[in-house]
């Protein structure tokens, strides 16, 4: 059992609450830290917390509490860090970890330095569908992964730090990039190393300084490519899909707006939907069970089985520095508009990796490039001569 104190009584907050009380779990969240006094009584209230307080130490160094969940805005995250190595609690940080990788390290160190337990709430890499399809992808199913796109876009955020540069510390790339970068590198294998960026990303809607849409590609050591298209401008719902090609296989997953249940209104007695979407009447696509879909509860129990055994959950700081590394690469890449290199001062993944060779021999002096049957019957070799190097067709009878 964890006893937890719960920094941040806003939207996420709420959302980790209802998944660490869920179903029959025996993890409490015994103390709350919000900003207002209201905010955190109403958070207590509503989930049977025997502490609040508007004094995030207080609440972080109550004896009761022995894992310390930051649902704060990302301006908050790294002070909080630091009180938690203070008090020496356990601690597992909302993404983005940092609003750059120069504080998603000190918080990686600090952590470090105090010998405490410290885990990456990166939900998405938790959803039964992403477990699903790792499972295949580490048991080569797909061969060698070629391409790992992630999306995420919707109509924008919901409270208004989000929407102020210097508080969020970006616009749509770290709030929702964040989630795609670490989706596309967990398909890639966490242990190649991301070199270099390209991004387009442009204000094209709302009046902020931070950009409201992105599209960017992150080159792998290994020849690998990681892309990435994020919005805050997204009409529709909040859409959520992952494509991966592998040398021997693909996978498409749509982890929100359309999980296989579509439902009709007119809208009478219609409340919550899912979130973010943008109607409530006609042609719905709610989400059964939003937290299972979305990966809390796979995480939480990830997260708290690895602090209880003393290993490391599949999502940790390290992780989370890294993911700033390639932002603040795709960052300096939308100003510059040329490839950006990820800066990683601390590294530590395979080195020197090269792009393995995928030749197939067809026989002594040919390669297989391709082999088709085609409407009219035939079944087509293409191959290419070993020696010359000419590329030849020949029939199968
Ligand atoms: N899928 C996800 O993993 C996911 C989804 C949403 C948000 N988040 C992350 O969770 C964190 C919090 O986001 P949220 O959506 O819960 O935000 P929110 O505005 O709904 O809640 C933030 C809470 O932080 C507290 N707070 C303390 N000081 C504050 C201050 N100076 N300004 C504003 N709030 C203050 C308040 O209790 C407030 O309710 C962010 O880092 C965000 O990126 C993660």
Redesign the pocket.
Request: proline share 8%.
């Given at each position: 059992m964890q006893r937890i104190a719960m920094?941040?009584?806003?939207?996420?907050?709420r959302?980790y609450a209802d998944s660490l009380h869920g179903q029959r779990s025996r993890d409490r969240v015994v103390a709350i830290?919000?900003?207002?006094e209201e905010?955190?009584r109403k958070f207590a209230d509503d989930y049977g917390c025997s502490f609040f307080s508007t004094d995030m130490e207080e609440v972080i160094a109550h004896a009761d509490v022995d894992m310390v969940c930051i649902?704060?805005?990302?301006?908050?995250?790294e002070a909080a860090v630091m009180l938690c190595a203070k008090h020496k609690k356990a601690v597992v940080c909302?993404?983005?970890l940092g609003r750059n990788a120069d504080e998603a390290l000190r918080m990686m160190q600090a952590v470090e330095e105090a010998g405490i337990f410290a885990g990456y709430?990166?939900?998405?890499c938790y959803t039964p569908k992403f477990l699903k399809a790792m499972e295949t992808v580490k048991s080569g199913g797909l061969g060698r992964i070629l391409w790992a796109k992630s999306r995420e876009t919707h109509p924008g955020?919901?409270?208004e730090?989000?929407w102020d540069k210097e508080?969020a510390g970006g616009g749509c790339i770290l709030?929702l990039g964040c989630?795609c970068i670490e989706i596309a590198r967990n398909y890639i294998g966490k242990e190649v190393r991301p070199v270099e960026v390209m991004c387009w990303a442009a204000t094209q809607v709302k009046p902020i300084d931070a950009e409201d849409h992105a599209i960017a590609l992150v080159k792998y050591e290994n020849g690998a490519i990681g892309q990435f298209e994020v919005s805050w401008t997204f009409r529709g719902g909040m859409d959520l899909r992952d494509e991966v090609m592998g040398t021997e296989g693909t996978i498409w997953i749509n982890s929100f707006l359309r999980t296989g249940f579509e439902m009709f209104t007119t809208g009478k007695g219609t409340a919550y939907v899912a979130e973010k979407a943008e109607s409530a009447t006609g042609w719905l696509f709610p989400v059964g069970d939003e937290v299972n879909e979305?990966g809390y509860n796979h995480m939480f129990t990830d997260m708290f089985t690895a602090a209880e055994a003393g290993r490391e959950p599949a999502e940790t700081f390290y992780d989370g520095y890294v993911v700033n590394a390639v932002i603040d690469a795709a960052y300096r890449s939308a100003q510059t508009k040329q490839w950006e290199p990820v800066r990683l001062p601390v590294w530590r993944g395979r080195e020197g990796l090269t792009q393995e060779s995928t030749l197939v021999d067809y026989d002594e002096n040919h390669y297989l490039i391709k082999e088709e049957i085609t409407h009219d019957g035939r079944h087509k070799l293409i191959l290419k001569d070993k020696a010359t190097g000419r590329i030849l067709e020949r029939d199968l009878i």
């Open positions: 920094l941040g009584s806003g939207f996420i907050g959302f830290y919000a900003r207002r905010s955190a649902a704060l805005p990302n301006n908050l995250h909302t993404k983005p709430l990166e939900d998405l955020p919901h409270s730090w989000f508080q709030d989630h979305l």
